[in-house]
């Protein structure tokens, strides 16, 4: 009962509550409207020019679901949780087959719980769906390398080339590094991996994914070329078009981040697992393939000159893996020497839990604009610590079948964030109302434009109507002097600035609102708000 409350809230409860997030949900659901509205399902195309940012099959399984609940947000957003849900599945399959039916629970739960999945499967882009297919095809793989289960591969193949449809080469790249890695640091893993069919199941991975990007490049030629194959995968990856990025160890602190409040039972584990292997008596293998996945996930992302935090998510379900044997391990020998950092790091997480909800606490009372109902959340992660710390204590480090305090504690945070958090950055978002104003007012040959407005997918989505969105001022004013009638959002100072400029302009609609959606908004005293005006050409 509890592991189905967690995944009703973390994945499914009020999922299509929230208007769709600036900028990649809104322009994912976009892109799928357009895919139904043109009725083209195999070629990609935003505001009517050809989009070449992902492959197909995630907006594919996105427009079905549209076909079925309309081009609502819910409709958008119920694959990647659907894809969550199949994560957690898996994973659990995949430890009941590698560690035992009690290690499947806890690691089934632990990645439930993450908050990088509470994030992922309830935003409608494609990255839930994805870790599901290139981990379960991972996984799959390895189970039929160490149980003699050879059929099960063709399984794992045919996952990965369903990754590869819904992500492109990535899903082949990371399965072959962690391949090859394992191959490196396990002689056992090397030579029960190199029993699989291998040659045939890289063809079967290209029979199955290459039609696609075929038909892309014989309709489209050269702009798919350039536009996906470059751009999209080896320029993003080599290049410097985006400056800022985050240092190389980013991706350390994400996942590190990310994992919480397990980070301190995992890094035990790799601590002890590395004292192993200089001892000579460790890791045993699925340790070995589980740290060659997260290796191979961190390390190909961390070397990228261009990084998204959600990028090193397909790291999470290994890791949930690791942190669960461990759990085990320490619950079947908890005085052993071989699990003393694990023992240590244990022992960590109800001390962590009480201080992140005390830091909690201290900000909701004294910095965050929200109701002092959402004190509960808090509450419950100190009571949860508290408990876990004194428990573990009194137990000299033994564990219990799974973390249920903490769990209970994140199941609790996970809700005061649905019903409190959500709704206060909701009240930010301009983009849905502005949208909506204009697609009620505007006539059929009205044009539609935003200036200097760029990060608002969500607008077009809404306004649903071909949009223009610009942002030199020279082109503006030619589009403002041209004879068709014209809507246009913008900035109030913009506005101004046309105005003095002699534009003639009109506002029929204003409001406040924040340019992108931002936490800063919860804080008190936070900065005024944007006020956006709707445009058209003055009588």
């Not at 679901?65 to 849900?85: D, K, N, Q, S």
């Not at 935090?309 to 052993?336: C, K, M, N, Q, T």
């Not at 959402?374 to 508290?386: F, Y």
Request: with cysteine.
């Amino acid at each position: 009962m509890f592991g189905a409350a967690m995944i009703f809230v973390v994945l499914f409860w009020r999922l299509g509550a929230p208007a769709f997030w600036d900028p990649d949900e809104a322009h994912y659901a976009e892109t799928t409207r357009e895919m139904i509205e043109r009725a083209d399902w195999w070629a990609p195309y935003y505001n009517g020019i050809p989009f070449f940012d992902k492959p197909m099959l995630f907006h594919q399984l996105q427009g079905a679901a549209m076909l079925l609940w309309g081009p609502t947000e819910f409709a958008a957003r119920i694959v990647p949780a659907l894809g969550g849900l199949g994560l957690v599945l898996v994973t659990g399959w995949f430890a009941a087959q590698v560690a035992g039916r009690e290690t499947a629970v806890v690691a089934a739960l632990l990645v439930a719980s993450n908050a990088g999945l509470f994030g992922l499967a309830r935003y409608a882009i494609l990255d839930s769906l994805f870790t599901l297919l290139t981990f379960g095809g991972a996984a799959a793989l390895t189970v039929s390398a160490l149980g003699a289960r050879p059929r099960l591969q063709w399984i794992g193949y045919l996952a990965i080339a369903l990754g590869v449809l819904v992500k492109g080469p990535l899903a082949l790249v990371l399965c072959g590094l962690t391949l090859l890695l394992a191959i490196v640091i396990s002689p056992d893993a090397r030579r029960r991996l190199l029993g699989l069919h291998w040659i045939a199941g890289l063809i079967v991975i290209i029979v199955v994914s290459a039609p696609p990007f075929l038909y892309l490049y014989f309709r489209f030629g050269r702009a798919f070329v350039d536009g996906y194959v470059l751009d999209e995968n080896i320029r993003l990856y080599t290049g410097s078009r985006f400056g800022g990025q985050p240092s190389p160890f980013f991706y350390f602190q994400i996942l590190a981040t990310g994992l919480l409040p397990w980070t301190p039972l995992v890094a035990g584990r790799l601590v002890d697992d590395v004292r192993a292997a200089v001892r000579g008596d460790g890791p045993d293998t699925v340790d070995r393939l589980l740290w060659a996945w997260t290796a191979a996930i961190v390390g190909f992302f961390s070397l990228s000159t261009f990084k998204l935090d959600h990028y090193v998510f397909p790291a999470v379900p290994a890791a949930a893996v690791i942190g669960a044997r461990a759990w085990r391990d320490l619950r079947a020998e908890p005085d052993s020497p071989r699990h003393r950092a694990s023992r240590v790091g244990v022992l960590t997480i109800g001390p962590l839990l009480t201080a992140i909800g005390i830091v909690f606490a201290y900000l909701l009372v004294a910095r965050l604009d929200l109701p002092r109902a959402a004190l509960i959340a808090p509450a419950a992660v100190i009571t949860a610590g508290v408990w876990m710390t004194v428990s573990l204590a009194r137990s000299r480090g033994r564990t219990g079948r799974a973390p249920w305090h903490a769990l209970a504690a994140m199941l609790v945070t996970y809700a005061g964030l649905l019903l409190f958090v959500m709704p206060a950055l909701e009240e930010g978002k301009a983009a849905p109302a502005l949208a909506r104003f204009v697609a009620e007012r505007a006539a059929p040959a009205d044009r539609i434009a935003t200036y200097r407005l760029h990060q608002w997918p969500a607008f077009r989505f809404y306004v649903h109507r071909q949009t223009s969105f610009l942002d030199d001022a020279a082109e503006t004013r030619a589009f403002f002097a041209a004879p068709d009638g014209f809507y246009c959002v913008m900035q109030r100072h913009s506005y101004d600035e046309f105005r003095a400029a002699g534009v003639p302009l009109q506002i029929v609609y204003e409001r406040d609102g924040q340019t992108t959606t931002s936490g800063r908004v919860l804080w008190r005293g936070h900065p005024e708000p944007t006020h956006f005006v709707v445009v058209t050409r003055a009588r």
